[in-house]
């Protein structure tokens, strides 16, 4: 099973490579960690008792890379990524291809790699409706880029005002008229599924529990309150903060479920520098 882990994410990885080094010659850390991480593939290839510090070490180099030099691309992040989920760390693995998701959110290697993780992320809830229904208004990212929307939108509107004036100076202004105000509500559907999407990710701020075993309580302070779930909470699952208080987090898991968790156990996939 691993053996086929390190293939998949070898070929996935020298796409990160090559983009780091056709891009980036101006950062030799990246570079050098993604290099770093390239070897430690290569030594887990060959069953090396020193491939998990190598890929730990490259995991490392290649954070302080991101952070340090501001290098915020979905290769990088996508490379760390990977580091992590070879080091068996599904939590800051699902936070890195998130945060990779939101750079480049048709890039199919992100979205496999967190397929991948979600199959390996035990947690027995499934999404209630309103979150199949939000997963849906969103679906486009992964098929049609940004810049097409916003250019639709755009051009239905230029359009629909086109008609409108040309309808002032026509013997059919009523015909214009009706043509220009069905191009007008078109050109909102674009920019209605933008805002969606932009309010998605920051009015309710996605998170990723990083820690294993992790109780959910039913109130911030595990002294008082009883567990909601009979399982613990593991690294990688997926969720949505609600509030803070007194050091736990309220969060809401795909299935609308509610629970309080340590703050530390999860880190935002939008980091609060970012926010702020």
């Not at 990779?100 to 999404?127: G, K, M, N, T």
Request: hydrophobic share 45%; charged share 20%.
């Amino acid at each position: 099973m691993i053996k086929q882990i390190v293939i998949c994410l070898s070929l996935m990885l020298s796409v990160s490579v090559s983009l780091a080094s056709a891009s980036d010659s101006a950062r030799p850390d990246l570079h050098q960690a993604i290099e770093s991480l390239d070897h430690g593939i290569k030594l887990l290839e060959q069953n090396d008792p020193d491939a998990q510090k190598a890929i730990e070490l490259a995991a490392t180099q290649i954070e302080y890379a991101i952070r340090e030099y501001g290098y915020h691309s979905a290769a990088a992040y996508h490379a760390l990524g990977n580091a992590y989920t070879l080091t068996g760390d599904m939590g800051h693995a699902m936070l890195a291809y998130r945060r990779a998701e939101l750079i480049d959110p048709r890039d199919i290697r992100v979205q496999d790699s967190i397929d991948y993780v979600r199959d390996q992320v035990h947690i027995s809830v499934e999404p209630n409706i309103p979150n199949r229904i939000r997963a849906a208004l969103i679906s486009w990212r992964g098929i049609v880029p940004r810049t097409w929307i916003w250019a639709a939108g755009i051009t239905l509107f230029v359009f629909a005002w086109g008609v409108f004036t040309i309808g002032l100076f026509s013997a059919q202004s009523r015909r214009a008229r009706t043509v220009g105000i069905a191009l007008l509500v078109s050109s909102l559907f674009p920019f209605t599924a933008l805002g969606y999407e932009w309010s998605h990710e920051h009015a309710r701020a996605a998170v990723v529990v990083v820690h294993d075993e992790i109780v959910a309580m039913s109130g911030p302070d595990d002294s008082i309150y009883d567990a909601v779930y009979s399982d613990p909470l593991q690294s990688g699952v997926e969720a949505h903060l609600i509030e803070t208080r007194d050091g736990w987090g309220r969060v809401q898991l795909i299935d609308g479920s509610m629970c309080w968790i340590p703050q530390s156990a999860f880190e935002r996939v939008i980091p609060e520098s970012a926010i702020e």
